[in-house]
């Protein structure tokens, strides 16, 4: 097919010399009214085909459109006669690229390839699609915790209805802003869905649902661009080499036109993108590496008129600079509605899609995992594979068993036979170098893997293809044609944990080689003294080491492949010699480490490590005393007490009194993670010192703090502990609404502090109780009403009975109302 460039250079070749010199003549005096001229320095040696691409790159898809007035003025009326045969208008230009790229969008993500979904039967993006939680008005800090701590909080968090954001809207401004929205930065951790969620975007805008404004989308994924890490193209070349339907339609100016641009899972981009260092480039046709073209692209220099999209996992959130960022947007995965509602989308049968739900909800890691979108798929998969085939009598409750039973199904739906002989090595040896891959890739912190990376495991390419044909939707070969090269890939990093933890498991049980140590020369002489307690002991030591939790689920795994029934599963593999004495000794290990100084996230990780042990007995004796009445918390062991944390973390408590309890201080520095997790907190009558304040203090300067109603009457604050308080009042992260200090013995000095914090910090406070203390009084309201004559107040409520107060005070009240008066 014959290029515009190429249709263009033909013309222009057909003129003879005088008139091509006339051609450049109108070209550099700018003889089209409206379009601009191109410099004579450019002109002045210029060729035919130097004539050619200045004029595209001047005038894009208007080029036929001045070709033709010019050859107009030099009466070349054949040339014009034929052009306007072979060459539409530029708006018919326009709408036929728009039309082709919108079909190519809509073919390329119509579909998804689902559980054993293949291209021959795909499942349509529409049938499985279910509405995502998204909340807007984020920061892009790092956060490195492991994310499966990160869905732990987020499994907790009460829903905002009011914050959020519906996938159509991303560019939409949020009420109260009036600048545009140019680049949106989504966080999410792996598999929540964010790929999918740019997918729907981008099909919804080319089946003409949505956001019709846009003239062009351009998707692109970070893994796709590693691949180009060599190579250096200009913006538009960029977008040509992508998305041809551009290039065949001549366009190449893209500032005149709406255009969005998403770039998916900036957590996979390889090339380091350092916004420090990085030359200013401002030329869309100025050729460059693509990891300075993205930097450009984001900073605003290259096509500022753009609006951008990019998603990432929130550990690489901060490689973009805040000041590049116009809004931040989270995906939090389903709510409880949510993945019910996807799971009965998922299938087609009523009551089988109920008996599924029900089991989730028995099993709190399996529910709390469900939160993200590709583990209700691998839940669906496993637990549909069980029952339809009568695989055991219970279904699974733990993520191992899950796990390995996903490994089962599709070893079974391939038809690979593993009772024995040479499949079976074979279906060995496919584990177990994914298993290696997994491992090796997750010390580096890669969840993508090229060629280079399988090589270092031994792995061939011939073998990943195979890898990737029997475990479908475990480990992913994403073919890029245009590079010829292939992208590998788990499906989500739970599943690259599962593996590196079966490879460590299955290497210590083999040789006596743990991985997870280095192993001095003298160890093969030693190699006997490592027993198998030591082993798991070791693990769970290292886990704990970890500031961030990046070991907590793959020491969940690795524990949870010892206990017999899940080594009844591997038998096909390997023979594992563990026995229910080591688990017992792990468990008793485990409990003595909660009985120590940790964390609530290292708590709570090690009762999910129990619960893949099978045992629950900490946590079942303390329910039993709750749901008897008898718990008494004088009597709690440490690690009782964290087994307490946990049970109440897991019910979602909107409101926690600690009366329920123990109206002390030693219970509320127990119990501090459930204060933190909850929305309003009373603490009346607990006689707390300095040491609660504190940590309240703290919880109130926490970012991740849900606290909104905090009761603190009849505890004796002095002002050195209101004063501590304060410090968490002021706080920018501090979203308390109402704030109780009735009978609480505060002086003018505590008022003092009190408006002082109040005032840095005003705009979420709705009310405020300071009733019953008498020696507030009239200097005390006179500290109080800077706070409330603060722009930012939104005080609604404010109690003052029984404060001692005078004449003079309603004076100071009513002054203050009046400079300030309440909305």
Not at 381 to 388: P, S, W
Not at 419 to 448: H, M, P, V, Y
């Amino acid at each position: 097919m014959t290029t515009p460039k190429e249709i263009l250079l033909g013309t222009l070749e057909d003129l003879g010399r005088d008139d091509f010199e006339k051609f450049k003549w109108h070209l550099k005096n700018g003889s089209v009214e409206g379009l601009p001229a191109i410099p004579v320095s450019k002109l002045e040696d210029a060729e035919r085909t130097d004539i050619v691409d200045l004029m595209f790159d001047t005038y894009s898809i208007n080029t036929f459109q001045v070709t033709k007035n010019l050859l107009g003025r030099l009466n070349r009326n054949d040339l014009l006669e034929n052009l306007n045969k072979t060459i539409p208008e530029p708006t018919e230009i326009l709408t036929e690229c728009q039309l082709k790229l919108k079909s190519d969008l809509k073919q390329k993500f119509q579909c998804v390839l689902e559980g054993i979904s293949t291209t021959e039967n795909p499942t349509l993006l529409s049938q499985i699609y279910t509405e995502l939680y998204i909340t807007g008005g984020g920061t892009a800090e790092v956060n490195d915790e492991h994310e499966v701590r990160q869905i732990e909080t987020a499994s907790r968090k009460p829903d905002r209805p009011e914050t959020t954001i519906r996938q159509e809207d991303i560019f939409k401004l949020p009420p109260g802003r009036d600048k545009p929205i140019r680049t949106v930065l989504t966080m999410g951790v792996a598999g929540i869905g964010k790929t999918v969620l740019t997918q729907k975007f981008t099909l919804d805008w080319a089946e003409d649902k949505a956001n019709q404004d846009i003239q062009f989308m351009f998707p692109f994924t970070f893994r796709e661009l590693n691949l180009l890490k060599e190579e250096k193209f200009s913006l538009v070349e960029l977008v040509h080499h992508f998305f041809t339907e551009t290039k065949k339609a001549g366009i190449y100016i893209f500032e005149d036109f709406q255009v969005v641009f998403i770039f998916d899972g900036l957590d996979e981009c390889r090339p380091p993108l350092d916004f420090h260092k990085t030359t200013i480039l401002t030329d869309p046709r100025k050729s460059t590496s693509v990891d300075v073209l993205l930097i450009n692209l984001i900073r605003g220099k290259l096509l500022p008129s753009a609006r951008l999209w990019i998603t990432t996992r929130p550990a690489a959130a901060n490689q973009i600079p805040p000041d590049c960022v116009g809004v931040v947007t989270e995906v939090r995965g389903f709510t409880d509605p949510q993945k019910e509602e996807y799971f009965r989308k998922r299938f087609g049968d009523e009551e089988q899609a109920s008996s599924i739900i029900s089991h989730i909800k028995t099993s709190r890691s399996l529910h709390i995992m469900c939160h993200i979108p590709v583990f209700c798929w691998i839940t669906a998969t496993v637990l549909e594979f069980v029952m339809k085939n009568k695989e055991s009598k219970d279904l699974p409750k733990t993520l191992t068993e899950l796990y390995l039973r996903l490994v089962l199904f599709h070893l079974k739906t391939k038809d690979i036979k593993y009772d024995g002989g040479a499949e079976t090595d074979s279906c060995r040896k496919i584990i177990e170098s994914l298993g290696k891959l997994a491992f090796d890739q997750l010390q580096k912190g890669n969840l993508i893997f090229y060629k280079s990376d399988l090589t270092e495991c031994g792995i061939d390419i011939r073998a990943a293809s195979v890898y990737s044909g029997v475990f479908t939707q475990i480990f992913k070969a994403d073919e890029c044609h245009m590079f010829n090269n292939v992208v590998y890939c788990f499906v989500h990093l739970s599943i690259q944990e599962f593996f590196a933890a079966l490879h460590v498991y299955l290497t210590f049980i083999n040789s006596g080689v743990n991985l997870l140590k280095k192993q001095s020369p003298l160890f093969k002489i030693f190699q006997k003294t490592l027993t198998v307690k030591d082993f798991y002991q070791s693990a769970v030591d290292k886990a704990l080491e970890s500031p961030n939790g990046h070991l907590d689920l793959f020491l969940r795994f690795l524990l949870g492949l010892s206990l017999q029934t899940n080594q009844d599963l591997l038998c096909m593999l390997t023979q594992t010699g563990s026995s229910s004495q080591t688990n017992q000794e792990t468990v008793h290990y485990i409990k003595k480490k909660l009985s120590g100084k940790l964390s609530a996230e290292k708590s709570i990780n090690l009762f999910h490590c129990l619960n893949e042990l099978d045992d629950r007995s900490l946590v079942e004796e303390i329910q039993q005393s709750l749901r008897s009445g008898r718990l008494s918390t004088d009597e709690l062991s440490p690690a009782q007490w964290s087994a307490l944390v946990f049970i109440l973390l897991s019910s979602d408590l909107d409101e926690f009194d600690l009366e329920k309890y123990s109206r002390s201080e030693k219970a509320l520095l127990k119990l501090l993670p459930v204060v933190k997790a909850s929305k309003k907190v009373l603490l009346r009558d607990c006689k707390l010192s300095k040491r609660s304040f504190e940590a309240l203090s703290e919880i109130l300067s926490s970012s991740s703090n849900h606290l909104r109603e905090l009761d603190l009457s009849s505890n004796y604050l002095q002002d050195s502990e209101l004063d501590l308080l304060c410090v968490g009042l002021k706080s920018p992260d501090c979203k308390l609404e109402t704030l109780r200090l009735k009978s609480c013995d505060l002086s003018e000095i505590s008022c003092d502090y009190l408006a002082a914090a109040l005032k840095s910090n005003p705009s979420h406070l709705r009310e405020l109780d300071l009733s019953s203390n008498n020696k507030l009084q009239d200097p005390g309201v006179k500290h109080l009403c800077g706070f409330l004559e603060s722009p930012g107040c939104k005080l609604e409520t404010l109690r003052l009975m029984d404060c001692g107060l005078s004449e003079i005070s309603c004076d100071y009240l009513a002054a203050a109302l009046k400079s300030n008066p309440p909305i």
